[in-house]
């Protein structure tokens, strides 16, 4: 997920590069191959259409290719691949790419507080079909202390 969650963010130019790194595996041609691949995906989330649908395929493609290169690789290689890919969710993470939220929703990389007081609604998203009636008159109630 973290490779398609880069694409489009500051983190991608990095991202994208360690990744062809990784599964070039020292080949130049494979990695401006896996390149390609990387760009046409970032083409496609660019694009119109279904990003959801877009980002599951790109997850998809992305998470097999990572894992044959796991099991293609010998117990102490595939020690050296996890630690690169440790590495570049981390590089990603720092970018602050894998918070994200969809139409309508709210996305944090931390807490959310939300609250309401005398009698008001209040969300981090709210969506109201046919309006929204509060009885009165609403009883004070203390105020929370601390």
């Given at each position: ?6 694409a489009g ?18 080949d ?12 046409q ?77 005398g ?28």
């Amino acid at each position: 997920m973290a490779v398609v969650q880069a694409a489009g963010t500051d983190a991608w130019t990095s991202v994208r590069r360690a990744v062809a790194r990784l599964l070039g595996r020292g080949d130049a041609e494979q990695e401006a191959a896996e390149l390609m691949r990387l760009d046409q995906m970032q083409a496609a989330l660019a694009g119109d259409g279904d990003s959801t649908g877009q980002r599951g395929r790109w997850e998809g493609v992305w998470q097999t290719r990572l894992e044959v290169l796991l099991e293609a690789v010998e117990a102490q290689e595939r020690l050296d691949v996890v630690q690169q890919l440790t590495e570049m969710v981390a590089l990603a993470r720092a970018e602050g790419v894998g918070v994200q939220a969809g139409p309508g929703g709210v996305a944090a990389g931390g807490d959310v507080r939300v609250s309401a007081e005398g009698g008001s609604v209040a969300g981090a998203v709210v969506r109201v079909e046919g309006g929204v009636q509060l009885a009165g008159p609403l009883p004070l109630t203390q105020r929370r202390q601390g």
